[in-house]
């Protein structure tokens, strides 16, 4: 019975429908990147899903116009025979494969067809960022501002609460000053057991430099290292703050990292803490996905290319708004972060940081990663903790608005 199965399988009947082959090779395909010219030699896999004879034909007769309108900035141009004609644009998708849907094509005499192709950019998949690295990830940056003052111990309880990690660019001064306004003002000017620091990288404008500094001699709350501060540095600064948690502030029992367009709630985020005390000692807990993958599309804010990130999912992320955790996970995480190569999305990153350790991603209700509609009394109530981008004077208005019902 199953010899006579086998010997069918090809035969007119049943399973006619999919005689899928897969059929690897390699094509060498020039990638240009039309905004900046920059030409690459990708390896591109090709896989065709079709009838083996297609396939062959497919080769063997190879035209090499293929020509296809990118939804990306790339065009694609391959250097060996193949002879496809493409009807849909590429689509570029998470995994960093490439797919074109072809026109039915008729080869040589026998009427089959090439339905699908898929163009894997395979691009030095060797030099893809690796998963884990030895040493390869040590930040050693200089401090440039470094107040050794903001976890000043002011008793001899010698007990600090919270540190907050605000994070921050030289020209948000004024949003600065509405925190330090608003909610900052649990923190006592650094005096209470809740301290707070805003993080900045270095920039090349000497001007703003200079009124950083003279801000910095006002309010000793903020804290520079000497890397470059741009978006894709924000790794940088997640280890800075991290590094200065387990440094020069050793004594907190919690660490926050949040940005300056949010409101947070820092009566309820230590209710938070309270209830949360044991899980957060194997936790980062905030506004977490459990699962979420890279995004590819170039004009993304959060693009990963498939060279910076050659996986089809991460394992996860706390939202950079505002995440919290021990300082029993800042030092781990700190620590793991010399064998686990650089990646630009810090939320990502800590997350990545976070599986190798085998401590979870905890999602705490009241964080939220974008602007509930404002209340009072839900902002100033327990199960409000951080709100998204809230400008400088929103900020303000809402901190001097009250809950009548309370
Ligand atoms: C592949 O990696 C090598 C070494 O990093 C580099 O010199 C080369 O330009 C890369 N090629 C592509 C296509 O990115
Ligand atoms: C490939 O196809 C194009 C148009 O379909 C045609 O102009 C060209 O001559 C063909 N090239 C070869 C090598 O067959
Ligand atoms: C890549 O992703 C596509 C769709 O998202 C999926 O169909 C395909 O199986 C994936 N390929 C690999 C090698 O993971
Ligand atoms: C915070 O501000 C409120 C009113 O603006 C004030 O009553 C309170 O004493 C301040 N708290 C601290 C710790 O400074
Ligand atoms: C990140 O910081 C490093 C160190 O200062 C710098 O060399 C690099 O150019 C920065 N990267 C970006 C994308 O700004």
């Given at each position: 019975m199953a010899d006579k199965t086998k010997t069918t399988t090809y035969g007119k009947g049943k399973v006619f429908l999919l005689i899928l082959f897969f059929l690897f090779f390699v094509v060498l395909v020039s990638v240009y990147t039309t905004s900046n010219r920059l030409t690459y030699i990708y390896s591109v896999h090709a896989t065709i899903k079709?009838?083996?004879?297609?396939?062959?034909?497919?080769?063997?007769?190879?035209?090499?116009?293929?020509?296809?309108t990118p939804i990306t900035p790339f065009s694609v141009t391959p250097i060996t025979p193949f002879s496809v004609t493409p009807i849909t644009p590429f689509s570029v998708t998470p995994n960093g494969t490439l797919t074109i849907i072809t026109a039915p094509t008729t080869v040589a005499g026998n009427h089959r067809v090439v339905s699908k192709i898929v163009l894997k950019d395979a691009s030095n998949i060797?030099?893809?960022?690796?998963?884990?690295?030895?040493?390869?990830?040590?930040?050693?940056?200089?401090?440039?501002?470094?107040?050794?003052?903001?976890?000043?111990l002011y008793d001899d309880s010698g007990e600090i609460?919270?540190?907050?990690?605000?994070?921050?660019?030289?020209?948000?001064?004024?949003?600065?000053?509405?925190?330090?306004?608003?909610?900052?003002?649990?923190?006592?000017?650094?005096?209470?057991?809740?301290?707070?620091?805003?993080?900045?990288?270095?920039v090349p404008d000497e001007n703003i430099r200079k009124l950083v500094e003279e801000e910095n001699k006002i309010h000793n709350d903020i804290i520079k290292e000497d890397?470059?501060?741009?978006?894709?540095?924000?790794?940088?600064?997640?280890?800075?703050?991290?590094?200065?948690?387990?440094?020069?502030?050793?004594?907190?029992?919690?660490?926050?990292?949040?940005?300056?367009?949010?409101?947070?709630?820092?009566?309820?985020?230590?209710?938070?803490?309270?209830?949360?005390?044991?899980?957060?000692?194997?936790?980062?807990?905030?506004?977490?996905h459990p699962e979420a993958g890279p995004i590819r599309n170039p004009a993304s804010?959060?693009?990963?290319?498939?060279?910076s990130y050659p996986h089809n999912s991460y394992p996860g992320f706390c939202s950079g708004t505002g995440y919290v955790t021990s300082m029993n996970v800042a030092r781990k995480v700190?620590?793991?972060?010399?064998?686990?190569?650089?990646?630009?999305?810090?939320?990502?990153?800590?997350?990545?940081?976070?599986?190798?350790?085998?401590?979870?991603?905890?999602?705490?209700?009241?964080?939220?990663a974008y602007r509930p509609t404002f209340d009072p009394c839900l902002?100033?109530?327990?199960?409000?903790?951080?709100?998204?981008?809230?400008?400088?004077?929103m900020l303000i208005s809402y901190w001097n608005t009250a809950c009548n019902k309370q």
């Open positions: 079709s009838n083996l004879q297609d396939v062959f034909f497919g080769i063997l007769l190879g035209n090499t116009s293929f020509s296809v060797t030099t893809a960022r690796p998963d884990v690295c030895e040493t390869c990830f040590s930040h050693n940056f200089k401090y440039v501002i470094d107040n050794d003052v903001i976890c000043k609460y919270l540190i907050i990690f605000i994070f921050t660019t030289h020209q948000r001064q004024q949003e600065r000053n509405a925190i330090r306004q608003t909610w900052l003002n649990y923190t006592n000017k650094n005096k209470a057991n809740i301290r707070y620091s805003f993080l900045l990288g270095e890397f470059v501060d741009t978006y894709q540095n924000l790794t940088y600064k997640t280890m800075m703050a991290f590094k200065y948690a387990i440094t020069k502030c050793s004594r907190a029992k919690f660490v926050l990292k949040t940005d300056d367009d949010m409101w947070v709630n820092i009566p309820g985020l230590l209710k938070v803490l309270k209830r949360e005390e044991t899980t957060l000692q194997t936790a980062v807990g905030g506004a977490c804010k959060w693009y990963a290319s498939f060279q700190f620590d793991i972060s010399k064998n686990v190569p650089f990646f630009h999305l810090e939320d990502v990153y800590v997350a990545i940081c976070i599986r190798k350790l085998g401590y979870r991603l905890y999602p705490i209700h009241g964080f939220n902002y100033k109530g327990d199960s409000l903790i951080t709100s998204h981008e809230v400008p400088a004077k």
